[in-house]
Nanobody, 123 residues
């Protein structure tokens, strides 16, 4: 059973940077893509970024050029580096696994989810 454990996040002023990390444990032998989503209070969970098994990436328009997704050397986990943060980036961030090898912005493609990490950007 694959499990995801998140770390990082926190509170930062607008314009600052934060990093959230996602580590996988359990059955990690099969290749998979990974993604990051976020959910602000009163809003639906939305796509942020994804990285395929082969390293190709996809970003939402709202974070493109500011956020960067990467995988660790073993390809079992994924990090999200967030720069030039804005107050509208405030949300709980979730990492997730897509058992397919491609890229998807559809949360229905993701079958395993992390516990969530709070990111708060003060203006």
């Amino acid at each position: 059973q694959l499990q995801l454990v998140q770390s990082g996040g926190g509170l930062v002023q607008a314009g600052g940077s934060l990093r959230v990390s996602c580590a996988a444990s359990g059955r990690t032998s099969n290749p998979y893509a990974m993604g990051w989503f976020r959910q602000a209070p009163g809003k639906e969970r939305e796509f942020v970024a994804a990285i395929s098994w082969y390293g190709t990436t996809l970003y939402s328009e709202s974070v493109k050029g500011r956020f960067s997704i990467s995988r660790d050397s073993a390809k079992t986990g994924a990090d999200l580096q967030m720069n030039s943060l804005k107050s509208e980036d405030t949300a709980v961030y979730y990492c997730a696994v897509d058992p397919g090898r491609g890229l998807s912005a559809d949360l229905r493609a993701y079958t395993v989810w992390g516990q969530g990490t709070q990111v708060t950007v003060s203006s």
